[in-house]
């Protein structure tokens, strides 16, 4: 039976492809109609039924333990993951060093801030004074940062020219002069319109000059006039005569000595001033003894306008023989 059923279906089998070659040929196929699908042969059918059809693959659901740590890795993967760091910023150089602040007006005047006026300071904190010059910073004219200093150097030099008390004792010039002389001052700054500061300094000049002794002033005036005489002392540098003659007419007077302050100031040590001192006493004795004829200079101090200063007896002292001996002998 098995063979006849396999010897008809290859008889079907060889007719079918005899039939289907005609149609091949004419370019149109042989059981193809409109709406009707192409038959497939039996033998293919046959072996594609026998075939083992392929399963597809069934995907299993993972295991939990497996879905957690995939889900844990991502996170693992970013704490693991190092940090960036932040930029770090790019070194900066050295400022330079800045000069010290300019000194202050206490330095700069040679007023270290003592502890006295540290004290005062913290005085001044404790009871409250009002600092008036706090507004005036702005000004420069006002110059509040050098205030405090420029009082204290005027009530220092209070202290160093104060003016003594009746000054004008003994002397020509009385009171009542000197104020007939301000009174005349006051009308002048009236006219021209000068400053009120003007007018105070003006007075605390003429008092300083006054209280000076007008007659050791007056002398050593004399004494350089009698030198303009002489020849032998043309090479004489003014300042140096000026010297000399304040020196003479201290010992003259006053028999004082030549002091380190005087010296200082005039620049000349009493040693310097010996050969022009030696001069003008040979001077006076040549005028006090009629020896020359030249007597205008003495005749003009004998007057009261100078204190007739030429008359003095001080003149004659031994001081005077002492120093004009050396240019005698000569």
Known sequence: MALRVTRHTRTAADAAAKSSAPAAKRGAPAATKAGLRPRTALGDIG??????????????????????????????????????????????????????PSPTPMETSGC???????????????????????????????????VKDIYNYLRDLEEKQAVRPKYLAGQEITGNMRA???????QVQMKFRLLQETMYMTVAIID?????????????KYLMELSMVDYEMVHFPPSKTAAAASCLALKVLDGGEWTPTLQHYMSYTESDLLPVMQHMAK?????????????TIKNKYASSKNAKISTIAQLNSAVIQNLAKPLAKA
């Open 47 to 100: 072996n594609r039924v026998g075939e083992p059809q392929p399963r597809a693959a069934l995907k299993k659901p993972p295991a939990p333990a497996a879905a957690a740590a995939e889900k844990a890795a991502p996170r693992r993967a970013l704490r693991a993951a190092p940090k960036e760091e932040p930029p770090q910023p790019e070194p900066q150089p050295e400022p330079a060093k800045l000069e010290s």
């Open 112 to 146: 270290a801030p003592s502890e006295e006026m540290l004290c005062q300071a913290f005085s001044d904190v404790l009871l409250e004074v009002k600092d008036v010059d706090v507004e005036d910073g702005t000004d420069p004219n006002l110059c509040s940062e050098y």
């Open 180 to 186: 007939i002389l301000i009174d005349w001052l006051v």
């Open 208 to 220: 300083r000059f006054l209280q000076v002794d007008l007659e050791q002033h007056t002398l050593a």
């Open 283 to 295: 001077n006076i004795i040549l005028v006090n003894r009629g020896l020359t004829k030249h007597m």
